[in-house]
């Protein structure tokens, strides 16, 4: 089948190589002209693994291809996906759907024969009414559906999320649309993956949902972490004991400094204010953002206390990015966390594997970046783990204690056992379990 993707943002640049690796003829478009330029050329606007090599193989097989040309992009296909940023709005948390509407109106222009108009933005309920509203307005004689299909991929594990989903969810009322939808997945039938067919309304607030009930599932296991540290249990124990319920499940049970990234942050507010106005206030989502914001906050006066105060100290932080295997800085904690060592009188000595380039538009000169994790402490009065990279995970323990200037780690993804840090002489603070002295 051939289909467009408007968007090459994480969520349209991944879809649209998976798709034409499952063998259909894809083309992404996109308004800026450097990002496609650069794409033609084969470098990747984002870090993800392995989706270099996954857009240099389907280009070569020329099924996938790239242009700032709308018209051009959509001739003749079958499903056109709409996957352009959905950012929050400025000033009261909605989502801003801007792009999304713009790319419908101009959909709307070019549309030629039956086709489907999907929804993989992420858009609160009825965005997929109001996209088909200025179709059919614009073309009031056009063939066309509008269905909507939000994307569940996680960064990092794009790829593989893709292509083995636990369900693909797609909401829509048209049985024509049903049938282009199956077969743009008929690949994942092999893998026996779920379809699930809802109306749309469902499928957008299925999205919303997902993700908010994640969010809360962290905060949640956060707060423990917080009771456990006060009544001297063990977090990682307790979350093996709940995780082993099927009912509960042991994934997004891992106590952390509060989730971040492109999405949470964003699709918990909008969720709150999408039911606000419904008249039904979401009283726990709105209390997991209150939470969640409280707690960067707090992971920052948890290293200040751990220095005693870090006026005049240096601090070795590693991992700036979000999460592991991205350089996206979206609402990192490392933005709550750093601002507010600096502002304590810490200066901050940097090292993350990917997002340095990244961190440099944030930080500007308020931070020295580092070339590797090590360079990060010579001298330093304690060294904070804020990402939990695999290359944090086995550092040479004896080197570190030789390079600081004082033997102090708190390790805010509970990367170290206790028991690994105290032959070293480290005092070690974690997350949800008792802190160590040496
Ligand atoms: C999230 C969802 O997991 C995806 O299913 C969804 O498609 C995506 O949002 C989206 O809406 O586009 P992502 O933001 O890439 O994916 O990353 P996650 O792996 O979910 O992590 C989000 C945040 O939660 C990170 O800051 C991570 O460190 C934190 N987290 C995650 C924890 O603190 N503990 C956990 O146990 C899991």
């Not at 083995?164 to 829509?172: A, F, K, Q």
């Not at 944030?362 to 070339?371: K, L, M, P, R």
């Amino acid at each position: 089948m051939r289909i467009a993707m408007i968007g090459t943002g994480y969520v349209g640049l991944v879809s649209g190589a998976c798709f034409s690796d499952f063998g259909h003829d894809v083309v992404c478009v996109d308004k800026d002209e450097g990002k496609i330029a650069r794409l033609k050329q084969g470098q990747m606007p984002i870090y993800e693994p392995g989706l270099d090599v996954l857009v240099g193989n389907n280009v070569e097989a020329g099924r996938l291809s790239f242009t700032t040309d709308l018209v051009e992009g959509i001739a003749g296909a079958d499903a056109i996906f709409i996957a352009v940023g959905t950012p929050t709005r400025r000033g009261d948390g909605f989502a801003d759907l801007t792009y999304v509407y713009a790319a419908a109106a101009e959909i709307a222009d070019a549309l030629d024969g039956y086709t489907v108009v999907v929804n993989k933005s992420t858009v609160p309920v009825g965005t997929g009414a109001e996209v088909e509203r200025i179709i059919r307005e614009r073309r009031p004689d056009a063939a066309f559906d509008v269905a909507s299909n939000p994307e569940f991929l996680r960064e990092g594990a794009a790829i593989d999320d893709f292509k083995r989903p636990d369900r693909v969810v797609v909401g829509t009322n048209s049985p024509r649309a049903v049938e282009v939808m199956r077969e743009l997945y008929r690949p994942l039938s092999l893998n026996e993956v779920p379809m699930v067919f809802t109306s749309r309304e469902t499928a957008e607030l299925t999205k919303y949902a997902a993700n908010a009930f994640l969010a809360t599932k962290i905060t949640f296991i956060n707060e423990v972490a917080d009771i456990c540290e006060k009544v001297g249990a063990d977090v990682q124990q307790v979350a093996r004991g709940i995780g082993l319920d099927g009912r509960i499940g042991a994934k997004f049970l891992h106590a952390g400094p509060g989730y971040g990234g492109s999405c949470f942050p964003k699709d918990t507010l909008a969720l709150v204010h999408t039911a606000r106005e419904a008249g039904t206030p979401f009283t726990i989502v709105q209390a997991v953002v209150d939470a969640n914001a409280a707690r960067k906050q707090a992971m920052a006066d948890r290293i200040v206390a751990a220095c005693n105060g870090v006026q005049g100290a240096k601090i070795a932080v590693l991992g700036l990015a979000f999460k592991p295997n991205t350089d996206d800085m979206r609402d990192a904690p490392s933005l709550d966390i750093l601002p507010r060592l600096i502002e304590a009188g810490a200066t901050i000595a940097a090292f993350d594997p990917e997002s340095m380039d990244e961190a440099r538009k944030h930080f500007g000169e308020t931070i020295t970046y580092c070339d590797d994790a090590y360079a990060t402490m010579a001298g330093a009065d304690a060294v904070v783990i804020l990402t939990e990279w695999n290359e944090f995970r086995a550092l040479d323990l004896k080197r570190i204690g030789g390079l600081l200037k004082r033997r102090i780690m708190v390790d805010l993804r509970n990367v170290y056992q206790p028991s690994e840090l105290i032959p070293h002489g480290f005092a070690y603070h974690s997350i949800g379990r008792a802190s160590v002295a040496p």
